[in-house]
C-alpha cells in the first residue's frame, strides 16, 4: 500500500525532532562529565606541595580542555580519563582517595615524587587498571588492599617507599600480573611460598627489605622469570634453592647481600639465558661449581665478598660473553688461568684480597677491552704486563702488594684514559715510563714501597694534569725535583720521602695551592727551604727532615695557618728560630732537632707546646726547659779563672777560700733549717700550673668534699668546683700514687708533660696539685660527662646519629694525636668511653690520657684496671704478652665504635653469660658490614645506611684479633672522614 506525501511529512518531522532532541541531551551532559572528572583531578592537585609548574594547566576554568592537561590522557570515544601520569614532577604531599572517582583509569605513574602517608585503600574501585607505579615515593603503612578487584593489573611496581608489615599475599590473586616490585620498603617476615603459584610473572623483585627465613623453594615454579632480585638487606637462612636451576628463562638473577650460605648449586648452571649472576657479599662457601661454565650468555658475574675456595674453572674459558668478573674477598688459590686473557669481551677483572700464585697472563689486555683491573692482596710474580692498555681503554690498574717485579711497560706511557694507579708494596725496578706522570686523567698514582730508579721526569710542556696524589716513598728516584712539577695544581699528596733525591727544592713548589701533605724526608735535597712554601695554604703536614739542607726557617711559612705537622730535623738548618711559629695554633708537632739553630728558643704561643726533644743538637741554641740562657763564664765560675791567673797577691787567694768556705757553710745550715721545716709542714701543698690561672692551691683543695663528687674510677675519684672567678674545673685526686719517697720515679716531669699538650680533642691539663701524700689534677670540666655516661644512660636516645659520628672522628682525632703527632708519643692505655668527655656542644674529649702509664711506673697495684685497660675493652693480646702498646689502644677505640653503633655496655648487655661486644657483634654480623642492620642501636632512626656500614667496617679493622693487621689512628681518622 502506498503512502501518503502527508503522512510521509509528518513521520520526518517526528524522526528530524527526535534525532534533535538526543543530540541536545548529548551535548548538554558532555560539559557534565568533564567537569567531574576536572574536579577530581584539581581536588588532587590541592593536597600536592612543591610540585613543578607542569601541573598549572590543571585548572578548573579549562576544563573543556582536560585531555589536553598535563599527564592526562583520554579515551577517544568517550572523552574520559584512561592515563594519569606525573612522575618525576618533584611534588610531595599525600594522595587524596579521591582518585579513585576516576573509575575508568588503565594507567596510574606517580614514580619518582615525595608522596607519603598511606596509598588509599581502596584503589581496587580502579578495576580497569593494568599499569600502577608508585616506586620512589615515600608512601608508608600495610598493603592492605583488596587485591582480588584489580583483575586486569599487569603491572605493580611499589619500589622504594615505606610500606612495612608482612608481604601481601593477595596479589597472588592477580592472575594477569607480570611484574611485581615490592624492592627498597621495609616488608618484613617471611616470603610467602603462595608466591610461587604466580607462574605469568616474568618479573619479581623483593630486594632491600627486611624479610628473613628461608627463601621458599617454590619461586622454582615461576618459570616464565626473567629477573628475579631477592638481595640487598634482607637477611636469609640456608642458602641458594637448588629448584632455582628450573627458572630456565631467567636472565638476571640478583642474589647479592642476603646472608646465603652453603655452597653454590650446580644446577644454576642449567640457566642458559642467563647474562647476569650477582652473589655478592653473602657467606658462600665450597668452590665455585664447573656447570656455571654453561652459562655461555653470562656478561656479569660477581661473587666478591664470600669464602669461596679453589681454583677458577677451566670451564670458564667458554663464558666468551663475559664483560664482568668480580672474585675479590674470597679464599682462592692456585694461577690465574691464562684463558682469562683470551675472554673476547672482558672489560673488568677484579681477583684481589685472595691467595693467587704464579704470574699475571702475559696477554691479558689483549682484546684491546680492558678498563679494570684489580690483582691486589695476592702473592702474584713475575712481570707486568704488556698488553694491559693496548686498547687504550684501561681506567683503573691496582697489583698492590704482590711479588711483581721488572720494569713498569712503557705502554703505559701512552695509556691516556689511566686514572688510578697503584703497584705500591712490590719488587719493581727501572725508571717510569717516558710521560707516565703527565697523562692527563689520572688522578692517584701509588708506587712506594718498590725498588723504581732513575729521575722523576721532566714534563716540557704545560699541559695541565689531574694528578691528586703521588706517592713515590722508599724507592731509590735520583736527581733533582723537576720544575714541571706545577703542572700539578690539584696535588694534594705529594710523598717522596725515603729515597735518593738531590738538588734544591724548586720555588716552583709554590705553585702547588692544593698540596695538603707534603713530604721529602730521607733525600739529599740541599739549600735553603724556598720561601714560596709559604704559598701552599692548604698544607697541614710538611716534613723536610734528614736532608742537606742549609740557612734560615723562612718566615714565610706562618702564612700557612693550618700546618699541623712540621719536620725539619737532621739538616744544616741556621739561625734563629722564627719567634712567628708561635703564634701558628693548629702546629701541635714539630720537630727542629740536630740542626745549627742559635739564639733563644721563643716562649711565646705554640713553642710551649713542644717538647725539649723537639730542639735536642743544636749546640747554640738555648732556652725553654732545653738548656737555660744564662749559663756563661759568670758568677763564681768566673771568679775561679779570675783567682787561677798570675799577679793576683796571696791574701786574696786566702780571702776568696775563706769565703767560699763560709758560703758552703751558711748553705749547708740553710738547707738543713730548711729540711726540718720540711718535716714540720709535711702537708703543705705545691700548685704548677700550666695555664695563667686567677686562682690558687687552697680553692683547687676546697672541692675535694664528697658532695662535689662526679665520678669514680680506677685512677681515683673525680670532684667538680668553681673558682672564684665562677670558672667551672673538674679535680681529679689520684689514688696509689704518692710522692713519699725522695724521688717520684719521674712522675712530676710526667705530668708536667701532660699539662703541655694542646689540642682540639684531649681535655686540658690546667694544674697539678700536690704534697706528700695527695695529687691532684685539676682539669677543663666537661658538662655533657663522659659519653659511656651519656649514651648508656637516660639520655642516650638523644645522641643521634651525626653526633654520634662526630664524637667518633673528634675522639680518633684526639687518640691520633697522641700516638702520632705528640712529643713524646703517648699511648692512653685506658680507652673507653668513660674516658672521652663531652662538652656543653657534646664535643669530644680524650680524658686520662698517661695515666696509666704513670700508676705502672710507681708500681701501685691499686689500679690494674687502667694499667691494662678495661674489662671489655682489653685487646686479646694482653691476655699472653702482657703488654700494651698502640694497637691496644686501637683496639679499644674499635670497641666504642661499636658501642655508638649498637648502644649496648662492652659487657653485661648480652643474654650469654661472659659474652662481649666484639663476640656478639661477629656472632650477628659475621663480620659483614651489610648487616649492620642487626646491631644498629634501636634509638637511632633514619640514619645514613653508607655511613652507619663505613663505621662498622672501621670498628672491625679496629677489633681484629691480629694487632699488626689493624690499622693506626691516623688511617682510622682517615677512614671515618669517608664515612661523610
Known amino acids: 500500500m502506498a503512502t501518503s506525501p502527508s503522512f510521509s511529512f509528518v513521520l520526518f518531522c517526528i524522526l528530524f525532532h527526535f534525532v534533535c532532541l538526543t543530540s541536545l541531551a548529548s551535548v548538554s551532559s558532555l560539559p557534565f562529565s568533564l567537569r567531574k572528572q576536572a574536579s577530581i583531578l584539581v581536588s588532587l592537585k590541592q593536597d600536592f606541595e612543591a610540585a613543578n609548574s607542569s601541573l598549572s594547566t590543571w585548572d578548573m576554568s579549562s576544563y573543556l580542555s582536560l585531555c589536553t592537561w598535563y ?56 578495576a580497569q587498571l593494568r599499569f600502577l607505579n608508585i616506586s620512589n615515593n615515600m608512601f608508608s603503612g600495610n598493603l592492605s588492599w583488596e587485591f582480588s578487584q584489580l583483575k586486569e593489573l599487569e603491572v605493580l611496581d611499589a619500589y622504594d617507599n615505606n610500606f612495612n ?21 621495609y616488608f618484613s617476615g617471611k616470603i610467602p611460598p603462595s608466591y610461587g603459584n604466580m607462574g605469568q610473572l616474568n618479573f619479581l623483585s623483593l630486594a632491600g627489605n627486611d624479610l628473613s627465613g ?18 640487598y638487606f634482607n637477611q636469609f637462612d640456608g642458602g641458594i634453592p637448588l629448584h632455582f636451576g628450573n627458572l630456565n628463562n631467567l636472565v638476571h638473577l640478583d642474589l647479592a647481600k642476603c646472608g646465603l650460605e652453603g655452597s653454590i648449586p650446580a644446577e644454576l648452571g642449567n640457566l642458559y639465558k642467563l647474562d647476569t649472576l650477582f652473589l655478592q657479599t653473602n657467606q658462600l662457601s665450597g668452590s665455585i661449581p664447573p656447570q656455571l661454565g654453561n652459562l655461555s650468555s653470562l656478561k656479569f658475574l660477581d661473587l666478591s665478598i664470600n669464602e669461596l675456595t679453589g681454583d677458577i674453572p677451566n670451564e670458564f674459558s667458554g663464558l666468551h660473553e663475559l664483560i664482568l668478573l668480580n672474585l675479590f674477598i674470597n679464599r682462592f688459590h692456585g694461577e690465574i688461568p691464562q684463558f682469562i686473557a683470551e675472554l673476547p669481551k672482558l672489560e673488568v677483572l677484579k681477583l684481589w684480597q685472595n691467595n693467587f700464585t704464579g704470574e699475571i697472563p702475559s696477554k691479558l689486555g689483549q682484546n684491546g677491552r680492558l678498563t679494570e683491573l684489580d690483582l691486589s692482596t695476592n702473592k702474584l710474580t713475575g712481570l707486568v704486563p704488556k698488553s694491559l ?24 706511557g701512552q695509556c691516556y684514559t689511566l686514572q688510578r694507579v697503584r703497584l705500591g708494596q712490590n719488587y719493581l725496578t727501572g725508571p717510569l715510563p717516558h710521560g707516565f706522570l703527565y697523562l692527563p686523567e689520572l688522578s692517584l698514582v701509588e708506587l712506594q714501597n718498590n725498588y723504581l730508579s732513575g729521575e722523576v721526569p721532566q714534563k716540557t710542556n704545560s699541559t695541565s694534569s689531574k694528578l691528586e696524589q703521588l706517592n713515590l716513598s722508599n724507592n731509590n728516584f735520583s736527581g733533582s725535583l723537576p720544575t714541571s712539577i706545577a703542572n700539578f695544581p690539584n696535588l694534594q699528596y705529594l710523598l717522596l720521602s725515603g729515597n735518593r733525591l738531590s738538588g734544591e727544592i724548586p720555588p716552583d713548589i709554590g705553585r702547588l695551592k692544593s698540596i695538603v701533605k707534603f713530604d721529602i724526608s730521607i733525600n739529599n735535597f740541599s739549600g735553603s727551604i724556598p720561601p714560596e712554601i709559604g704559598n701552599c695554604v692548604l698544607l697541614t703536614y710538611l716534613d723536610l727532615s734528614q736532608n742537606q739542607l742549609s740557612g734560615p726557617i723562612p718566615v714565610q711559612v706562618v702564612k700557612v695557618h693550618i700546618l699541623n705537622y712540621l719536620n725539619v730535623s737532621w739538616n744544616h738548618l741556621n739561625q734563629s728560630l722564627p719567634k712567628e711559629l708561635g703564634a701558628m695554633k693548629g702546629l701541635t708537632s714539630a720537630d727542629f732537632s740536630h740542626n745549627n739553630f742559635s739564639g733563644s728558643i721563643p716562649e711565646e704561643g705554640q713553642f710551649s707546646v713542644f717538647n725539649s ?55 749547708a745550715t740553710l738547707a738543713i733549717i730548711k729540711s726540718r721545716k720540711a718535716r714540720r709542714h709535711s702537708n703543705s701543698w705545691k700548685l704548677t700550673t700550666f695555664q695563667k690561672l686567677e686562682y690558687g692551691s687552697e680553692d683547687i683543695i676546697g672541692c675535694i668534699k664528697e658532695s662535689n663528687v662526679i665520678g669514680r674510677g680506677g685512677s681515683g675519684v673525680v670532684y667538680r668546683g668553681t673558682m672564684p672567678n665562677g670558672e667551672e674545673v673538674a679535680v681529679k685526686k689520684l689514688l696509689g700514687i704518692n710522692n713519699g719517697s725522695s724521688h717520684d720515679n719521674g712522675f712530676s716531669a710526667e705530668i708536667k708533660t701532660l699539662g703541655r699538650i694542646r689540642h682540639r680533642y684531649i681535655v686540658r691539663l690546667l694544674a697539678f696539685c700536690s704534697n706528700r701524700e695527695t695529687n691532684l689534677l685539676v682539669y677543663d670540666y666537661m658538662p655533657n660527662g663522659s ?18 659520628l662526630k664524637i667518633a672522628t673528634e675522639a680518633a682525632k684526639g687518640l691520633c694525636y697522641l700516638h702520632h703527632d705528640c712529643s713524646p708519643l703517648i699511648i692512653h692505655r685506658d680507652v673507653k668511653s668513660n674516658n672521652i668527655l663531652l662538652n656543653s656542644d657534646f664535643e669530644a674529649h680524650v680524658a686520662d690520657f698517661g695515666l696509666a702509664k704513670f700508676m705502672q711506673d710507681t708500681g701501685t697495684s691499686e689500679c690494674m684496671s687502667s694499667i691494662a685497660g678495661s674489662y671489655g675493652y682489653i685487646a686479646p693480646e694482653y691476655a699472653y704478652t702482657l703488654k700494651v702498646d698502640e694497637k691496644s689502644d686501637v683496639y679499644s677505640f674499635g670497641v666504642v665504635l661499636l658501642e655508638l653503633i649498637t648502644g649496648r655496655r662492652p659487657v653485661g648487655d648480652f643474654d650469654e653469660e661472659g659474652l662481649d661486644i666484639v663476640q656478639w657483634t661477629k656472632m650477628q654480623t659475621n663480620w659483614n658490614k651489610e648487616m649492620v642492620m642487626k646491631i644498629l642501636d634501636e634509638r637511632l632512626h633514619h640514619i645514613p645506611l653508607y655511613e652507619a656500614k663505613q663505621v662498622f667496617f672501621v670498628a672491625m679493622l679496629c677489633v681484629h684479633e691480629h694487632s699488626v693487621e689493624r690499622p693506626t689512628m691516623r688511617e682510622v681518622v682517615e677512614m671515618l672522614a669517608q664515612a661523610k
Not at 659519653?787 to 637516660?794: A, Q, R, S
Request: glycine fraction near 12%; charged fraction near 15%.
Open 214 to 231: 628461608f627463601i621458599p623453594s617454590e619461586l622454582g615454579n615461576l618459570t616464565n622469570l626473567t629477573y628475579l632480585y631477592l638481595g
Open 71 to 126: 599527564g592526562i590522557q583520554c579515551d577517544h570515544n568517550n572523552r574520559s580519563v584512561v592515563s594519569l601520569d606525573i612522575s618525576n614532577l618533584n611534588a610531595s604531599g599525600s594522595l587524596s582517595p579521591s582518585i579513585t572517582g576516576l573509575f575508568t583509569l588503565v594507567n596510574v605513574s606517580l614514580q619518582g615524587n615525595g608522596f607519603s602517608g598511606d596509598f588509599p585503600a581502596d584503589i581496587h574501585k580502579l
Open 787 to 804: 659519653l659511656g655516661e651519656v649514651l648508656h644512660g637516660k639520655r642516650g636516645e638523644f645522641l643521634k646519629w651525626d653526633t654520634r
Open 165 to 185: 608489615g608482612s608481604l601481601p599475599e593477595g596479589v597472588t590473586k592477580l592472575l594477569k600480573l607480570k611484574h611485581l616490585n615490592f624492592g627498597g620498603n
Open 389 to 412: 692498555c693496548l686498547g687504550k681503554m684501561l681506567k683503573i690498574l691496582i697489583l698492590l702488594k704482590n711479588f711483581l717485579f721488572g720494569s713498569l711497560p712503557d705502554g703505559l
Open 613 to 667: 726533644t723537639s730542639f735536642v743538637g743544636n749546640p747554640q741554641l738555648c732556652g725553654y726547659e732545653f738548656k737555660p740562657c744564662n749559663l756563661s763564664s759568670t758568677g763564681v765560675m768566673e771568679s775561679q779563672e779570675k783567682s787561677a791567673k798570675p799577679g793576683v797577691p796571696g791574701q786574696f787567694k786566702f780571702l776568696f777560700a775563706m769565703t767560699l768556705l763560709g758560703c758552703s757553710l751558711l748553705f
